[in-house]
């Protein structure tokens, strides 16, 4: 069975920093290509970042996360963990761990094209 579960989320302050991880099984990442999501109260489930090993590995950002949030990926233990630094309340989402068709490299897919979802792990950012 395919499976993504993410842990690590919470409350940060602002300027804070959170490590979200997710770990994955009954795949491999050269199977598929992987990323982070977020859905705040009343908004659509957005791209975050993403993660491709294959045919090498690339990462692409969202323009409001770039150069604050990290992801990386751990090939012998199968996660990712996406690192979040100089957190903003905007930051404040629900974040979702995904998995979808490596063809799309690193660039992250409209949420409808993912394949597999974790369940999701919620972010808080407040003083």
């Known amino acids: 069975e395919v499976q993504l579960l993410e842990s690590g989320g919470g409350l940060a302050q602002p300027g804070g920093s959170l490590t979200l991880s997710c770990a994955a099984s009954?795949?491999?990442?050269?199977?598929?290509?992987v990323g982070w999501f977020r859905q705040a109260p009343g908004e659509r489930r957005e791209e975050v970042s993403c993660?491709?090993?294959?045919?090498?590995?690339?990462?692409w950002y969202a323009d409001p996360v770039k150069g604050r949030f990290t992801i990386s990926s751990n090939d012998a233990k199968n996660t990712i963990t996406l690192q979040m630094n100089n957190l903003k309340p905007e930051d404040a989402a629900q974040y979702y761990c995904?998995?979808?068709?490596?063809?799309?490299?690193?660039?992250?897919?409209?949420?409808?094209?993912?394949?597999?979802w974790g369940q999701g792990t919620p972010v808080t950012v407040s003083s």
């Open positions: 009954g795949f491999t990442f050269d199977e598929y290509a």
């Open positions: 995904a998995a979808y068709d490596r063809g799309w490299g690193s660039n992250c897919p409209r949420d409808k094209y993912v394949q597999i």
């Open positions: 993660l491709t090993v294959w045919p090498r590995t690339s990462m």
